[in-house]
């Protein structure tokens, strides 16, 4: 066992939880507060492929999309000044867990399903929620993935009730922490 002190992530905050748990609208204010580069894995699949994800599913199937997330993941690395927002099912791989923490400080952002429903439910660009019962789908799901962004996770916050705005002083929290910021720094 080595002595030596872990090294601190690389400056940048990953983002994973389920779909429609906050990971672009969260991301994109984050980017704004501390002057990051907000980045999409789920953008640049689409910019790469040149088709919504859902046509991606449609033509190619999940399996031809999660090859494309690991590569999304995978194109990030070495860079400093980024949030990051994955897809939901990022976690599924288990490929994606080390290339997550080589990118940065892995935040969960995480609500009830019930919440998760009420955000998701007339998206129809979510393909994997395109069955006959889709609450039903979003609880199986959850269900299953929780585990897997919980042993992913560096830190989480429940964004069940907040506003956004509150989320995002959560999270700018526990990075100051982890990266060592003062107060006013990056702010």
């Known amino acids: 066992m ?5 090294s ?5 905050i990953v983002l994973i939880g389920f779909m429609g748990s906050g990971k672009s609208a969260i991301g994109r204010m984050l980017a704004k507060r501390l002057k990051f580069r907000f980045m999409d894995t789920d953008t640049i699949i689409e910019e790469r492929a040149r088709m919504p994800i859902k046509d ?3 033509k190619h ?7 494309r997330e690991t590569a999304a993941l995978a194109s990030l690395a070495g860079g400093r000044g980024h949030i990051i927002a994955t897809g939901g099912g990022i976690v599924t791989q288990a490929r994606n867990l ?10 969960l952002l995480k609500a009830d399903p019930d919440e998760i429903f ?3 439910a ?3 660009q979510r393909p994997l929620l395109q069955v006959e019962n889709p609450r039903e789908r979003v609880e199986t799901m ?11 996770a560096d830190f989480s916050v429940d964004s069940t009730g907040l506003q956004r705005e509150a989320v995002v002083e959560r999270v700018l929290e526990g990075a100051r922490k982890v990266f060592g910021w003062k107060e006013t720094a990056k702010l």
């Not at 601190?8 to 940048?12: D, F, L, M, Q, T």
């Not at 199937?61 to 090859?67: C, N, P, S, T, V």
């Not at 080390?98 to 935040?107: A, S, T």
């Open 98 to 107: 080390p290339l997550l923490h080589k990118l940065g400080w892995v935040v």
């Open 122 to 124: 007339h998206n129809k």
């Open 61 to 67: 199937g999940e399996a031809y999309f999660r090859e």
């Open 56 to 58: 991606i599913f449609a």
């Open 142 to 152: 959850l269900a299953e993935r929780q585990p897997l962004y919980e042993e992913a």
């Open 2 to 6: 080595s002595s030596e002190l872990p």
């Open 8 to 12: 601190p992530p690389r400056e940048n």
């Open 118 to 120: 009420r955000r998701v």
